[in-house]
Protein backbone atom coordinates (compact mmCIF):
# COMPACT_ATOMS: atom_id res chain seq x y z
CA UNK A 1 0.00 0.00 0.00
CA UNK A 2 2.74 2.40 0.83
CA UNK A 3 4.67 1.91 -2.39
CA UNK A 4 2.12 2.31 -4.51
CA UNK A 5 0.76 5.64 -2.60
CA UNK A 6 4.51 6.93 -2.94
CA UNK A 7 4.70 5.55 -6.87
CA UNK A 8 1.36 7.62 -7.50
CA UNK A 9 2.63 10.95 -5.65
CA UNK A 10 5.90 10.71 -7.65
CA UNK A 11 3.67 10.11 -10.72
CA UNK A 12 1.44 12.88 -9.96
CA UNK A 13 4.37 15.35 -9.23
CA UNK A 14 6.38 14.51 -12.42
CA UNK A 15 2.49 15.28 -14.66
CA UNK A 16 3.36 19.11 -13.17
CA UNK A 17 3.91 20.71 -16.84
CA UNK A 18 4.66 24.52 -15.56
CA UNK A 19 6.09 26.64 -13.09
CA UNK A 20 4.39 27.91 -10.54
CA UNK A 21 4.60 31.67 -11.95
CA UNK A 22 2.74 30.14 -15.05
CA UNK A 23 6.16 30.52 -16.97
CA UNK A 24 6.95 27.54 -19.24
CA UNK A 25 9.86 25.10 -18.42
CA UNK A 26 12.93 25.28 -20.72
CA UNK A 27 13.45 21.32 -20.30
CA UNK A 28 13.64 19.13 -17.68
CA UNK A 29 13.48 15.56 -17.21
CA UNK A 30 9.34 15.75 -18.12
CA UNK A 31 9.63 19.45 -19.52
CA UNK A 32 8.82 20.96 -22.55
CA UNK A 33 12.15 21.56 -25.57
CA UNK A 34 11.90 24.87 -26.97
CA UNK A 35 11.45 24.10 -30.63
CA UNK A 36 13.68 26.46 -32.68
CA UNK A 37 14.32 27.48 -36.91
CA UNK A 38 18.17 27.20 -37.38
CA UNK A 39 17.46 29.38 -40.62
CA UNK A 40 16.21 32.81 -38.47
CA UNK A 41 18.69 35.15 -39.19
CA UNK A 42 18.23 37.09 -36.37
CA UNK A 43 17.33 36.70 -32.33
CA UNK A 44 13.96 38.38 -31.62
CA UNK A 45 15.22 41.91 -30.45
CA UNK A 46 15.27 42.55 -26.33
CA UNK A 47 14.80 38.67 -25.66
CA UNK A 48 18.34 36.51 -25.51
CA UNK A 49 18.13 32.82 -26.23
CA UNK A 50 14.60 33.59 -28.78
CA UNK A 51 13.61 30.17 -30.17
CA UNK A 52 10.11 30.60 -31.89
CA UNK A 53 7.05 29.53 -29.77
CA UNK A 54 7.06 27.18 -27.17
CA UNK A 55 5.83 23.58 -26.86
CA UNK A 56 4.12 22.34 -23.83
CA UNK A 57 4.26 18.28 -23.31
CA UNK A 58 4.00 16.62 -19.99
CA UNK A 59 4.75 12.93 -18.55
CA UNK A 60 1.25 11.98 -20.30
CA UNK A 61 2.17 12.97 -23.82
CA UNK A 62 4.94 10.01 -24.15
CA UNK A 63 1.85 8.10 -24.34
CA UNK A 64 -0.04 9.49 -26.86
CA UNK A 65 0.11 9.98 -30.34
CA UNK A 66 3.43 12.23 -31.26
CA UNK A 67 2.07 15.56 -32.65
CA UNK A 68 4.94 17.45 -32.88
CA UNK A 69 8.27 16.80 -34.00
CA UNK A 70 10.78 18.76 -31.79
CA UNK A 71 14.00 20.27 -32.75
CA UNK A 72 16.95 22.03 -29.90
CA UNK A 73 17.57 25.21 -29.54
CA UNK A 74 20.61 25.31 -31.42
CA UNK A 75 22.11 26.19 -34.74
CA UNK A 76 22.82 23.53 -36.79
CA UNK A 77 25.72 25.13 -38.79
CA UNK A 78 27.61 26.49 -35.54
CA UNK A 79 27.38 23.08 -34.09
CA UNK A 80 28.72 21.30 -36.97
CA UNK A 81 31.25 24.24 -37.17
CA UNK A 82 32.18 23.36 -33.54
CA UNK A 83 32.50 19.61 -34.26
CA UNK A 84 34.59 20.01 -37.67
CA UNK A 85 36.71 22.76 -36.30
CA UNK A 86 38.03 20.90 -33.29
CA UNK A 87 38.06 18.23 -34.55
CA UNK A 88 41.23 17.84 -32.87
CA UNK A 89 40.01 17.75 -29.14
CA UNK A 90 38.63 13.93 -28.12
CA UNK A 91 35.01 15.07 -26.92
CA UNK A 92 33.97 13.94 -23.38
CA UNK A 93 30.39 15.35 -23.56
CA UNK A 94 27.71 16.55 -26.26
CA UNK A 95 24.27 18.00 -24.84
CA UNK A 96 22.38 19.24 -27.62
CA UNK A 97 19.67 20.59 -25.69
CA UNK A 98 21.65 22.46 -23.50
CA UNK A 99 24.36 23.52 -26.52
CA UNK A 100 27.28 22.58 -24.82
CA UNK A 101 30.09 20.78 -25.95
CA UNK A 102 33.23 19.53 -23.67
CA UNK A 103 36.39 18.12 -24.87
CA UNK A 104 39.38 16.69 -23.35
CA UNK A 105 43.07 17.84 -23.94
CA UNK A 106 44.65 17.81 -27.33
CA UNK A 107 47.34 19.17 -29.25
CA UNK A 108 46.29 21.24 -32.27
CA UNK A 109 48.07 20.04 -35.84
CA UNK A 110 51.30 21.45 -35.93
CA UNK A 111 51.18 23.18 -32.24
CA UNK A 112 52.74 21.70 -29.26
CA UNK A 113 50.70 23.28 -26.90
CA UNK A 114 47.86 20.98 -24.95
CA UNK A 115 44.19 22.62 -25.29
CA UNK A 116 40.89 21.58 -24.18
CA UNK A 117 37.43 23.98 -24.99
CA UNK A 118 33.93 24.29 -23.29
CA UNK A 119 31.34 25.87 -26.21
CA UNK A 120 28.23 26.82 -25.68
CA UNK A 121 25.65 27.81 -28.73
CA UNK A 122 22.92 29.50 -26.97
CA UNK A 123 20.80 30.36 -29.26
CA UNK A 124 19.26 29.05 -33.02
CA UNK A 125 20.34 32.58 -34.78
CA UNK A 126 23.65 32.02 -36.78
CA UNK A 127 24.93 34.85 -35.26
CA UNK A 128 28.41 35.83 -33.21
CA UNK A 129 26.19 36.43 -30.01
CA UNK A 130 25.05 32.75 -30.08
CA UNK A 131 28.39 31.05 -29.61
CA UNK A 132 30.51 31.41 -26.35
CA UNK A 133 34.09 29.26 -26.21
CA UNK A 134 36.11 29.01 -23.09
CA UNK A 135 39.74 27.24 -24.06
CA UNK A 136 42.19 26.12 -21.23
CA UNK A 137 45.62 24.73 -21.35
CA UNK A 138 47.37 22.77 -19.07
CA UNK A 139 49.19 26.14 -17.72
CA UNK A 140 45.95 27.97 -17.02
CA UNK A 141 43.29 29.77 -18.99
CA UNK A 142 44.32 30.87 -22.53
CA UNK A 143 44.82 34.46 -23.86
CA UNK A 144 41.57 36.49 -25.07
CA UNK A 145 42.95 36.53 -28.39
CA UNK A 146 43.13 32.59 -29.10
CA UNK A 147 40.03 32.29 -28.11
CA UNK A 148 38.47 35.42 -30.56
CA UNK A 149 40.56 33.46 -33.35
CA UNK A 150 38.92 30.14 -32.56
CA UNK A 151 35.43 31.83 -32.36
CA UNK A 152 35.93 33.39 -35.46
CA UNK A 153 37.22 30.36 -37.27
CA UNK A 154 33.89 28.13 -35.80
CA UNK A 155 31.69 31.11 -37.27
CA UNK A 156 33.70 31.48 -40.98
CA UNK A 157 32.99 27.19 -40.82
CA UNK A 158 29.21 27.69 -40.00
CA UNK A 159 29.01 30.40 -42.72
CA UNK A 160 30.42 28.31 -45.39
CA UNK A 161 28.16 25.51 -44.00
CA UNK A 162 25.64 27.49 -44.66
CA UNK A 163 26.51 28.64 -48.13
CA UNK A 164 26.96 24.97 -49.33
CA UNK A 165 23.41 24.33 -47.81
CA UNK A 166 21.47 27.16 -49.85
CA UNK A 167 23.22 25.76 -53.13
CA UNK A 168 21.75 22.39 -52.82
Known sequence: MR???????????AACGARR?????NGGFFGPVVVGDPSVGEAEPGR???????????????????????????????WAATLDVLNF????????FTGVIVTGYGNPPGGGRAYRATVHVRDPALDARSLNV???????????????????????????????????
Open 134 to 168: SLHSQGGTVSPATVRAVEDAILARARQLRIQDRKL
Open 21 to 25: DGAPR
Open 89 to 96: LPVQSVDP
Open 3 to 13: VTLILALCLAV
Open 48 to 78: EGYAGKYSKSSLWAAFGPNKTDQTVNVNRYI
